[in-house]
């Protein structure tokens, strides 16, 4: 069994940066953030794929960069110029993805990952 933990969050306001990191317990091949705001659907923010590629949400691209360590340990989620759309509960989830899915339908949620943290908050004022 995986562990995830997510740390990081805070509340900062519009325009300020935040790093979340993400720990697990052991390493994984495919890493995501999600989040979920009051009243929303869980969103795909950001996902690394089995080769070290990348995909993001449409909201996000060029204000936030996901990566991971060496180890593929600790997942990380950079985030710039935040606006207060960004409030929400950030959680990772991790998986093997032996399957290779495409990191679109990672993204997307149509991919059920194995693993996930409880989350961390980020509150952003306008």
């Known amino acids: 069994q995986v562990s995830l933990t997510e740390s990081g969050g805070g509340s900062v306001q519009s325009g300020g940066s935040l790093r979340l990191s993400c720990r697990s317990s052991y390493w994984n091949h495919c890493m995501a953030w999600f989040r979920q705001s009051p009243g929303k659907g869980r969103e795909g923010v950001a996902v690394?794929?089995?080769?070290?590629?990348?995909k993001y949400a449409d909201s996000v691209r060029g204000r936030f960069t996901i990566s991971q360590d060496g180890a593929r340990t600790t997942l990380y989620l950079q985030m710039n110029s935040l606006t207060p759309e960004d409030t929400a509960m950030y959680s990772c989830?991790?998986?093997?993805?032996?399957?290779?899915?495409?990191?679109?339908?990672?993204?997307?949620?149509?991919?059920?990952?194995?693993?996930w943290g409880k989350g961390t908050q980020v509150t952003v004022s306008s």
């Open positions: 989830a991790a998986d093997y993805c032996l399957s290779r899915p495409p990191l679109e339908r990672l993204l997307r949620g149509e991919y059920a990952m194995d693993y």
């Open positions: 690394i794929g089995v080769d070290g590629s990348t």
